[in-house]
């Protein structure tokens, strides 16, 4: 990452110059959906931004386990957050760590020793996946919130099968080719569902020694139903959906021990040389910085008006807070309400440099909740419309392609998918690392 | 990698078992161009195959550079090799590391411990970049020969304008605003002309504080010469088509000194933070593992007819050899001589199994060097027919999407292309690490 401390003087954090001209200074943490929505929202207001993330990209993340499973290429679900506000003067990136808040001098602080005056501040930081107090499982079960998590995930699916092919030892053979995903979200689901997919469709004539046709996945659950999220009659479609794909579903089964080719839930051991973790998230650190009222999970617990208790001058949106939605429940940490969040932000601060009173407080408008399993497998809950099968399989799809940015990618996806379910051809079954041993000094 | 030589009893290497039915016994080390069209040249021919590659993916070398300039995602220009021979079921693809060859035994040893014995080897294992006795400056200039050098001199290019937009003092934003390419040969040429267009097209609109068209980019050459295996006049347009890109183009300078932010050539030093090494190649250890004659840069001298002196069932092609052409100088190390070396070795085979003479010996027929320089322009040397300019850069492009594998991967291509040449856009602008904190413990 950018260290250009050794630039700067020692003693008090240096400010970093904000071409503000004497405008009202936003700075924006977080480049996700929320963040990005925000600075759509301010868009002809008087004020200037700095939005600021340690990624130099945006990323579309519902479908971020294709990345993982070999369906998309990283930068067809990708895009430099620059080149995404490059039409507005006002508005500059900065790639960069934040590492706290200092709210009382109102600035935002960087690993860098650097730090950034702000107005108004937004934390949209987002979550990374949460162990329950097993942090050292992550090394054996990653999770999927980056670039980097998807292709580590899909390194290791595709290592499993090579390796399966060339071991002899039946046993070893069998936790090859056994994959276990903790979890039956959204994201679980689709992740079980398409490794499915791969191992009974995809590979198959591509291997001599193996029938990858054996291979088992495993999609475990604490709780007692699959897509909890969604009606329980979808839910109960999805898990014979994933059942009729070869997927074993193994439900109210908290896991309790993971190691690097081991599973224990329910008392049972699997061994498994792949598992990978889609059951919890955890908040960023946005409310220790503040020392903000968070739940269990990390999440800041804010105002009705998205801003933090006693600090009116911050929101918090998205991934990183928890507010009650209309029907008492807690706004789901999905795209659309991160969205929505930063566009009632947006309008709060636009009304707040009118003089206006605030609008009314911020309000979740649940669109509906979408989940695919696999080919032309899909549920839909639009709460009062419910879908299952072909047809909601293809509103996902034109969902998806439809928020995606560009014309660009929107075309590679289709391409891609195009391959995928006629030709059964997975285009991004690579096996890469990224770190090279040239890599030891990078430019800054 | 994987090694599941744990699951082997100590002592000997043990054999790997062969599916070779009583067939004559082929391995192949390597699936670049001259290892795949080796095995499609056997094709019919009633020989098992096994070939074998430490990457899972057949690379399109002649567009890396693209990679590496954010211009393509890397799962267009590389295909799994199984599914690239997945039609074939004589041949069973390994995803192993070979460390040695036992020719008397006639095994190709793997890292793992096992040995695979062969009837027929052929060794197709390519070259690495060499640094003439210089190792220690692989560190401060990576070259470009795999997916992981690509995605690596992408991030440090990316990184160099993102940290150029954060430091104030003048003469660090300086460094950080320039790139040095040592060697100018086509890779050179070909980064060299994309990185001035990156920096004076595709980014100026992104960045805030600096002007990225202020940016340096050096190419050196040890040489008298650009692309010096082109004819002296198209040598010539390509210098003055890099000068008009930007680029200063120094020759008759070899590089003294590499460190992480300094390059000196001819007496003089460049303070630069991006140093791309494109100058020289060396074989990989195949001479070695065979004791065979080499060359300085450690390519066997293989007979007539591409067999390893002595070992007549020892082919080796591609770039780990050196043999001369028809016109006394040797055969250059580009894809279509190795594609043509594969074919014949396979023509050789099947003579062999047949029990007819030797064919003649390999004649290599030089179709052409294709280089381009930027958007429009390009170099073409035919021999007798020269071209330059845009119609050049037009047939460059045919040519490369003719020769890439798969509708989908052709449509992909000129997705992107149209993109960067219409609308200044380049899609893979991501900085991303491979090697996450949860990969400690890959799955073999």
């Not at 950018?2 to 924006?28: F, K, N, T, Y």
């Not at 996700?32 to 200037?48: K, M």
């Not at 993982?68 to 995404?84: D, H, K």
């Not at 506000?85 to 934040?98: D, F, K, Y």
């Amino acid at each position: 990452m950018i260290s250009p401390a050794d630039d700067l003087p020692a003693g008090d954090r240096p400010a970093v110059a904000a071409r503000s001209e004497g405008r009202h200074r936003v700075v924006i943490v977080g480049g996700g959906f929320g963040g990005l929505e925000a600075v759509t929202g301010l868009a002809g207001t008087p004020v200037s931004i700095t939005l600021i993330d340690r990624r130099n990209h945006h990323l579309f993340q519902p479908l971020l386990y294709q990345v993982a499973t070999a369906s998309l290429a990283p930068s067809e679900i990708a895009w430099p957050i620059r080149y995404l506000v490059r039409g507005r003067p006002e508005v500059t990136t900065m790639l960069a760590n934040v590492v706290g808040v200092d709210a009382n001098a109102r600035r935002v602080l960087l690993d860098d020793g650097r730090a950034l005056p702000y107005d108004t501040l937004i934390l949209a930081t987002g979550a990374r996946h949460a162990y329950f107090g097993h942090d050292e499982w992550e090394t054996f079960a990653p999770g999927l919130k980056t670039l980097e998590d998807a292709t580590t995930v899909r390194r290791r699916i595709l290592l499993a099968f090579e390796a399966a092919e060339s071991v002899t030892d039946p046993r070893r053979r069998a936790a090859l080719l056994t994959f276990v995903i903790i979890g039956a979200g959204p994201t679980g689901v689709e992740l079980a569902g398409t490794i499915a997919e791969l191992a009974r469709v995809t590979l198959p004539p591509d291997f001599r020694n193996i029938d990858t046709r054996t291979a088992r996945v495993i999609l475990i659950e604490a709780g007692p139903r699959v897509l909890a999220g969604f009606a329980e009659n979808l839910s109960a479609y999805a898990h014979r959906s994933l059942e009729r794909l070869g997927v074993e579903v193994e439900l109210n089964q908290p896991v309790s021990e993971c190691s690097s080719d081991r599973v224990v839930f329910g008392g049972r051991g699997v061994e498994a040389r792949t598992i990978i973790w889609a059951a919890g998230v955890r908040a960023s650190p946005a409310a220790e910085w503040l020392g903000a009222p968070a739940d269990r999970a990390g999440r800041i617990m804010v105002l009705p008006d998205l801003t933090v208790p006693g600090r009116p001058e911050i929101f918090a949106i998205g991934d990183t807070v928890t507010i009650a939605g209309p029907d008492g429940h807690p706004v789901p940490g999905i795209a659309p309400a991160a969205k929505q969040q930063g566009r009632y932000v947006a309008r709060v601060i636009k009304s707040r440099l009118r003089g206006d009173t605030t609008p009314h407080p911020f309000r979740y408008r649940h669109a509906g909740s979408l989940a695919t399993i696999g080919k032309r497998l899909a549920v839909i809950d639009f709460g009062r419309f419910k879908l299952r099968g072909a047809l909601a399989w293809w509103i996902w799809g034109f969902a998806h392609i439809y928020f995606l940015i560009g014309l660009r990618n929107r075309l590679s996806v289709v391409l891609n998918w195009l391959w995928i379910h006629t030709r059964d051809q997975r285009s991004a079954r690579l096996i890469t690392r990224g770190q090279q041993s040239a890599d030891r000094s990078p430019p800054e």
